[in-house]
Nanobody, 117 residues
Framework: VRLVESGGGLVQAGGSLRLSCAASGFTFSRYDMSWHRQAPGKERELVARITGAGGMINYADSTKGRFTISRDNAKNTVYLQMNSLKSEDTAVYYC???????????WGQGTQVTVSS
């Protein structure tokens, strides 16, 4: 099983980044996918989640209207489009796969996003 994030980097406040998470080794379409982030000295928090078929999406209040999560089940990939980035968005962003029915959870290794003010 692998979850490989990419697309992180350094961006100025107000800019945009698109994160990708490529999955392999499990039945991607059966899993809810989510993005989480962890800033230095803080707990990991949910950023956005999308169900297996993409029918339900939810966002953290801090990212609503700025971030968009999407998935392509044909490519086994989930995306996070981040617009209007703020310095407080600086964190390591992690991809998560979860199939609650069988208590199966996978995490990626994380990608750093740094927003300069």
């Amino acid at each position: 099983v692998r979850l490989v994030e990419s697309g992180g980097g350094l961006v100025q406040a107000g800019g945009s980044l698109r994160l990708s998470c490529a999955a392999s080794g499990f039945t991607f379409s059966r899993y809810d996918m989510s993005w989480h982030r962890q800033a230095p000295g803080k707990e990991r928090e949910l950023v956005a989640r999308i169900t297996g078929a993409g029918g339900m999406i939810n966002y953290a209040d801090s990212t609503k209207g700025r971030f968009t999560i999407s998935r392509d089940n044909a490519k086994n990939t989930v995306y996070l489009q981040m617009n209007s980035l703020k310095s407080e968005d600086t964190a390591v962003y992690y991809c998560n796969a979860r199939w609650e029915l069988i208590s199966s959870i996978y995490w990626g290794q994380g990608t750093q996003v740094t927003v300069s003010s």
